[in-house]
């Protein structure tokens, strides 16, 4: 079992910048590809970035490319999501999840969710 908790979220202004965390514990991350899921309001919950393991490569959806940038310290079982030039749109509660699976950009291929953490970005 993998435990995972993410925290940094919070309310920020658009054009600001948040990192949010995603520690794990139970298992060693290094096992796992990670990636970070958002659901706003009314909506389904989408795909946003992934990150393979050992960091080989990562992987964005097309609405953050060149905004957000994903990472991972195995040496401290945590993923990171660096969030830049936010946009209200972005506003949701931000999801990190563990797969042992190759296609990283489908939720059904992950085994481990966090609860969450929300961040609202404000016009």
């Known amino acids: 079992q993998v435990q995972l908790v993410e925290s940094g979220g919070g309310l920020v202004q658009a054009g600001g910048s948040l990192r949010l965390s995603c520690a794990a514990s139970?298992?060693?991350?290094?096992?796992?590809?990670m990636g970070w899921f958002r659901q706003a309001p009314g909506k389904e919950r989408e795909f946003v970035a992934a990150?393979?393991?050992?960091?080989?490569?990562?992987h964005y959806a097309d609405s953050v490319k060149g905004r957000f940038t994903i990472s991972r310290d195995d040496a401290k079982n945590t993923v990171y999501l660096q969030m830049s030039s936010l946009k209200p749109e972005d506003t949701a509660l931000y999801y990190c999840?563990?797969?042992?699976?190759?296609?990283?950009?489908?939720?059904?291929?992950?085994?481990?969710w966090g609860q969450g953490t929300q961040v609202t970005v404000s016009s």
């Open positions: 139970g298992r060693a991350l290094s096992n796992y590809g």
């Open positions: 990150i393979t393991w050992i960091s080989i490569s990562t």
């Open positions: 999840a563990a797969s042992s699976r190759a296609r990283l950009d489908f939720q059904d291929s992950y085994d481990y």
